[in-house]
């Protein structure tokens, strides 16, 4: 695997006493990933990060195996819309861990384009990252899971996939599509003791926020306060949240404002 | 090949422990080759499985390759002047016994199951309640033939190939995949055996019972109240058993039909033992499990004298079908340690202390008396092994961790040793020092030459070896 870099031991073998859950994250070394695999590691996960940025991929890895002070934590340099090399790095990837529990796809990018802007090329590479590579993984995750009857896809989609909105068609366009593919995913799988997670985060203090042309932050919560919502939201297995939890009720009244007035509005 | 469709999560036999891999049924010695190809292309590892009876990782393998050999089960020779069989991998103990009893012949060495197959009883190089004196099972086998990773082929005896002799049986499945094997069976002359059953005050009369009954008896086995305490520390009960000799049972011929041997479906003639584990299940705590104990010692006090089927005398856990399943949703595990006569009583009073005060006490305790063997990575030893059943629970995994690490201190500092066939949390640095560094490095020094790609792993190789 040419494009994959795997550095020191494995980590140690789960066993009866102790029981250790495995997760792979994609795209590991952003904000929100960067603080979800933190806080699985906290909980006692072995992780396989991965992520397009080595650099930064290896020195998140560095930092939680010596916070831990054993192996927790393996990185993979990896770009997810090299589709086609997805299911041989998440075999690679599931033997190193000895198993798999759970598959995070967390990798996205956002452009944010002047309201007459319509650029195709950032477009499309928002749904080749936000949503085919997620396709990739999941779908080739999800087969795995299905035949052994367990395991659990978390999808990170956006409050931004609930609406199309005049801000950014295109970025709504790639979550509005994971979001239906995880929907899909939770009802083929739910029956084979599969559990599909979708995360609608709002805003987040990350990178993201401070690209040319980000929104005012309203309602932004740290990296940090997302990640343990979204353990949370895994250890209970559930179907769908929002982070924060207040979006869910922004976003039900968003949703239900009828297109005639939606096509007026400014946001 | 795509494999995603073979991707399996698979169980140790407590229940208490799982793995996903990527299983491929064997059915001929060609399929293991196309096995071994096939892990070195996607870069997998390969492990055997056989009825997956062991109670921790030995045939589990995250995330790679596990060749289903159960349905590599043929019997290939029987010949019932001489005693030898020749059978397949995936051939069970039950089948062995099927074939060779109502011709007047029975397997020297068997587990506690009649479930296991040959094939796993060689990795683990199992032994039974006559340990002291039929050696293992390892010992009664003639000859076996391995494919090795390189994808040599080797035909292996005491006299032949005899470094891999005594190094695939006890290796753990590491070293090759056992395609054939042929082995002597034990000639008898009824269908029965004949018991002595008695009581046993404490720890110190237990091991006396089993060092001094061993010279007399053809089997001996220590049943242990693991939950007394004080001056009963270690009671129990032990059965004694010796084969009929010739003339003793008058119509052997009716004895050893498979039919008179097979352990009865139905509890006091109508209530099917196939639902019992559901009955049991309530009672798999401390509470219950310690009334069962006192309630076993107490129908223990009777001393007396019967006569039982092989089967029944040997095959307690198949006895009730499913029993594992009681332990809920933790599952269990099983701590098997195997001390020197010297020191034995002075570490398991120890440890039978230590788990009472943390109130972890194990739910089923049973003692046997061992000899040293010749195999590389044997657990025998000249004095006694006490298997411990303990329940997994969310909230016990920590305290009861804590305490088996304790154990092996104790064991390791008593001049003992393991058991990979049971064994979950043994450690790497703890198999080390009981085997010994001449003994590890033989063993590496076998791997490289049998397997330079290291094809061959197992969740078990990767913790003790790894």
């Known amino acids: 695997m040419s494009e994959t870099k795997k550095m020191m031991d494995k980590p140690a073998t789960a066993t009866p006493l102790n029981p250790r859950k495995r997760a792979i994250i994609v795209g590991a070394a952003g904000g929100i990933g960067a603080a979800l695999s933190r806080k699985l590691a906290r909980e006692g996960f072995a992780l396989a990060l991965v992520d397009f940025n080595q650099q930064a991929v290896e020195a998140l890895r560095d930092e939680i195996n010596q916070t831990a002070k054993e192996t927790r934590a393996l990185a993979y340099q990896h770009d997810v819309t090299k589709y086609n090399s997805a299911p041989e790095l998440l075999r690679r990837i599931i033997a190193d861990l000895g198993g798999v529990d759970s598959l995070v796809y967390v990798a996205g990018m956002i452009y944010f384009p002047a309201l007459d802007e319509y650029n195709f090329a950032q477009d499309s590479k928002m749904v080749e990252v936000n949503l085919l590579g997620g396709m990739a993984w999941m779908g080739a995750v999800a087969p795995l899971f299905q035949n052994a009857k367990r395991g659990q896809i978390v999808g990170v989609s956006s409050v931004a996939g609930d609406r199309g909105r005049i801000g950014n068609p295109g970025y709504n366009a790639s979550k509005a599509g994971m979001t239906n593919y995880l929907e899909g995913l939770r009802n083929r799988l739910t029956r084979h003791g599969v559990n599909v997670l979708t995360v609608k985060p709002g805003m987040v203090k990350t990178d993201m926020l401070k690209l040319p042309g980000a929104p005012k932050p309203v309602l932004a919560l740290e990296p940090e306060q997302v990640a343990d919502l979204i353990w949370d939201g895994m250890r209970a297995r559930k179907q769908t949240i929002y982070v924060a939890g207040i979006w869910k009720l922004v976003m039900l009244v968003i949703r239900h404002i009828p297109s005639f007035i939606f096509r007026r509005l400014n946001f | ?466």
């Open chain 2, 1 to 466: 090949m795509d494999i995603t469709q073979n991707f399996v999560q698979l169980e140790n036999f407590g229940h208490s422990h799982s793995a996903p891999a990527y299983v491929l049924k064997i059915n001929t010695p060609e399929e293991v080759h196309e096995a071994f190809h096939l892990a070195k292309k996607m870069g997998l590892t390969v492990t055997a499985r056989g009825a997956g009876r062991s109670y921790n990782d030995s045939a589990l393998n995250g995330g790679g390759i596990v060749l289903d050999m159960s349905d590599m089960n043929a019997i290939m020779r029987w010949d019932k002047a001489e005693g030898l069989i020749t059978a397949q991998p995936g051939v069970t103990l039950e089948q062995l016994w099927h074939k060779v009893e109502p011709d007047g012949w029975w397997t020297p060495v068997v587990s506690g199951t009649m479930r296991t197959t040959l094939g796993g009883c060689l990795g683990a190089n199992i032994h039974g309640k006559n340990n002291f004196k039929m050696g293992t099972f390892g010992e009664h086998v003639v000859e076996f033939t391995a494919i090795l990773p390189t994808g040599a082929e080797v035909t292996c005896s005491p006299n032949k190939n005899a470094d891999l002799f005594y190094s695939i049986i006890s290796g753990l499945g590491m070293l090759g995949i056992i395609v054939s094997i042929t082995m002597k069976m034990k000639h008898i002359y009824s269908g029965l055996v004949s018991v002595d059953a008695f009581p046993v005050r404490n720890l110190h009369e237990q091991l006396t019972a089993l060092q001094d009954g061993a010279p007399n008896s053809d089997y001996i086995v220590g049943w242990m109240d693991t939950f007394a305490g004080g001056s009963s520390l270690g009671r129990g009960q032990i059965h004694a058993a010796h084969y009929l000799h010739a003339g003793d049972d008058p119509n052997p011929r009716e004895t050893m039909k498979v039919q008179n041997q097979v352990l009865p479906p139905y509890i006091f003639g109508v209530f099917p033992k196939s639902i019992l584990h559901y009955f049991m299940t309530p009672f798999a705590n401390n509470l219950g499990w310690s009334m069962v104990n006192l309630a076993k010692y107490i129908a223990s006090q009777r001393k007396h004298t019967f006569r039982q089927p092989h089967a029944a005398f040997h095959f307690l856990l198949d006895y009730v079908p499913g029993w594992e399943f009681s332990y809920g949703k933790g599952g269990l595990i099983q701590y098997q340690s195997f001390l020197p006569k010297e020191t034995a009583e002075s570490a398991w009073t120890e440890m039978l202390r230590l788990s009472l005060k943390n109130g972890l006490p194990s739910y089923l305790g049973v003692t046997k008396r061992h000899r040293p063997d010749k195999f590389l990575l044997t657990h025998a030893v000249d004095g006694f092994s006490l298997a411990m059943d303990f329940k997994v629970t969310e909230g016990n995994r920590a305290r009861l961790g804590k305490m088996l690490q304790e154990f092996d201190e104790i064991v390791l500092r008593a001049g003992g040793r393991f058991y990979f066939a049971k064994n979950s949390e043994t450690s790497a640095d703890t198999a080390r020092a009981f085997y010994g560094e001449e003994t590890v490095k033989k063993f590496k020094k076998l791997k490289d030459r049998c397997d330079p790609h290291g094809l061959l792993e197992s969740d078990l190789y990767r913790r003790i070896f790894g």
